[in-house]
């Protein structure tokens, strides 16, 4: 076993955060290769979100090809060692999923929305493949916008998901394609490397202790070029990223995106830092805010006097040394 996956096993499991929901849909495979590949990697995700990263599984909604029942009746059995599905992933399912978290998430929750599975684009919807009839994405864009959270990061790993991205931009929202368009229709690879890279030690690119979106998105990107490379074939995907409202996404962190990414977590570190300190969760959320307005002025420099920059960064540079005391004093 390689070492990065005896770590792995090594941790311990994550506090849970009641205020993070996971919406996971594994699609339609056409062939029992596809229809296995999906269930796995969902699995793995899973997996992922409720021993690694502090989701509680009764807010994970994990919609599958094969599962039987709906989501009304509860958790359905499932084989030994995976997960179990909440229910088969049609549309009507997908739109209880949005429901459901709906009525259970707040303002300040967080939302993860995970597609897994074959795309397709007729040059004027672009779909994702359900069991039955299909969502296109502005079935997706009203379903995130019956949403009461300010922070959605929306994963679409299906082939010709870049046609995603504009209808689904928006403030607060991060829109992850494997492709960066509606005519990469082979089926990718970037789900495995994502899903990788959410708990893998070596996307940290800051080493901070802390995988933030951003890094799982470069990670997955880079891994995801290197196996065409080392496969000797011509890459079918290339996965685009928007965060910045504006619906145009960009391969790296260009054009403005990647600032809300970069400052984004899907980890449970910072309730696990605060230990049950009303005062000290205020404290690094503030400090978390800094972090994102301090990005969001950079992306300004170019655009502002330097007199005006240069002070706006002192001011919170300052903002933030008078909050990390804080944080300082209050774990002592």
């Known amino acids: 076993m390689p070492e990065s996956a005896r770590a792995q096993e090594s941790k311990p499991r994550a506090q849970i955060d009641p205020n993070k929901f996971a919406i996971v849909i594994s699609g339609v495979g056409g062939e029992e290769i596809y229809s296995k590949k999906f269930a796995s990697q969902a699995a793995k995700l899973y997996m992922a979100l409720t021993d690694r990263l502090g989701f509680a599984a009764k807010n994970v909604i994990l919609l599958t090809e094969t599962a039987a ?49 074959h795309g397709s684009f007729d040059n004027q919807q672009p779909k994702f493949n359900l069991v039955g009839p299909d969502l296109a994405a502005q079935d997706y864009a009203a379903l995130l916008d019956s949403l009461p959270t300010h922070r959605v990061v929306f994963v679409n790993c299906s082939s010709a998901s870049g046609e995603f991205i504009k209808p689904l931009s928006g403030p607060g929202r991060i829109v992850i394609t494997a492709t960066r368009s509606g005519n990469e229709q082979n089926v990718t690879v970037f789900a495995d490397y994502f899903i990788a890279a959410l708990t893998d030690d070596a996307a940290d690119a800051d080493k901070n202790g802390r995988v933030s979106v951003l890094e799982a998105f470069n990670y997955a990107t880079k891994l995801t070029a290197d196996w065409y490379k080392q496969q000797g074939r011509l890459a079918t995907e290339h996965a685009l990223i928007d965060d910045n409202g504006d619906g145009v996404g960009h391969e790296d962190a260009t054009g403005g995106d990647g600032l809300l990414a970069k400052t984004t977590y899907l980890d449970s570190k910072q309730i696990e830092e605060a230990k049950g300190d ?6 690094l959320a503030r400090k978390q805010r800094i972090e994102e307005s301090v990005e969001k ?36």
């Open 297 to 332: 002025l950079k992306a300004r420099k170019d655009q502002m006097k330097s007199e005006e920059y240069e002070a706006e960064l002192e001011r919170l540079l300052v903002e933030m040394a008078n909050v990390n005391q804080e944080i300082k004093a209050r774990k002592k």
């Open 69 to 117: 029942g709906s989501a009304e009746d509860g958790i359905i059995e499932s084989e030994k060692g995976a997960p179990a599905a909440t229910a088969r992933s049609t549309a009507e399912e997908v739109r209880k999923a949005f429901a459901r978290v709906k009525g259970e998430a707040r303002p300040d929750s967080q939302v993860l929305v995970v597609m897994i599975g």
């Open 278 to 283: 009303a005062a000290l969760t205020e404290l």
